[in-house]
């Protein structure tokens, strides 16, 4: 059986902690993740909210990414291409070793906590006590919102 899992991922080194600890009501959300190079990561974030220029200057200051560049810009949402400075704290990679897939990773706008709106997908064969076993050797999980089981690949 298959499962999708929320979790609660904090940890003060994830990929743009700073920048949505001093940002609350911003909306950031991982759009796309790309291998550069060995060991290097190229992110993608679609962020929504009412102060880009904040979000910028202080985006500037984290110090969990480099090579900050605006791809999209509009009135309602901006998309910014980063660098990943280390894979030491990257989820994505981990997950995907144990047989996961994340679907989505948001910002939980006003509690400035770090994507903790996050959904991963599980293979086929898991159990929910597999599933939770799976997510807590990741380490960044403080919990599980909720275990949904799901009969077919969820997008």
């Known amino acids: 059986m298959r499962f999708?899992?929320?979790?609660?991922?904090e940890h003060p080194k994830l990929v743009l902690t700073p920048?949505?600890?001093?940002?609350?009501?911003?909306?950031?959300?991982?759009?796309?993740?790309?291998?550069?190079?060995e060991g290097s990561y190229i992110l993608l974030f679609h962020v929504r909210g009412d102060d880009f220029e904040a979000f910028e200057t202080v985006l500037a200051e984290d110090p969990t990414v480099t090579d900050i560049s605006t791809m999209i810009s509009t009135?309602?949402?901006?998309?910014?291409r980063t660098h990943l400075v280390s894979?030491?704290?990257?989820?994505?990679?981990?997950?995907?070793?144990m047989g996961l897939r994340l679907i989505e990773a948001v910002s939980d706008e006003g509690a400035g906590m770090p994507f903790s709106n996050s959904r991963i997908?599980?293979?086929s064969n898991?159990?929910?006590?597999?599933?939770?076993?799976?997510?807590?050797?990741?380490?960044f999980a403080n919990s599980i919102?909720?275990?949904?089981a799901s009969a077919k690949r969820t997008d």
Not at 75 to 80: E, L, Q, T
């Open 121 to 123: 997908w599980t293979p």
């Open 126 to 139: 898991s159990s929910e006590t597999t599933v939770r076993t799976r997510v807590w050797v990741l380490g």
């Open 4 to 9: 999708i899992a929320e979790l609660l991922l």
């Open 87 to 97: 894979t030491e704290y990257l989820v994505l990679a981990t997950a995907v070793e």
């Open 145 to 148: 919102g909720s275990m949904t």
């Open 19 to 37: 920048t949505i600890e001093r940002c609350p009501g911003m909306d950031i959300e991982l759009e796309y993740q790309l291998i550069a190079t």
């Open 75 to 80: 009135p309602a949402f901006r998309v910014y």
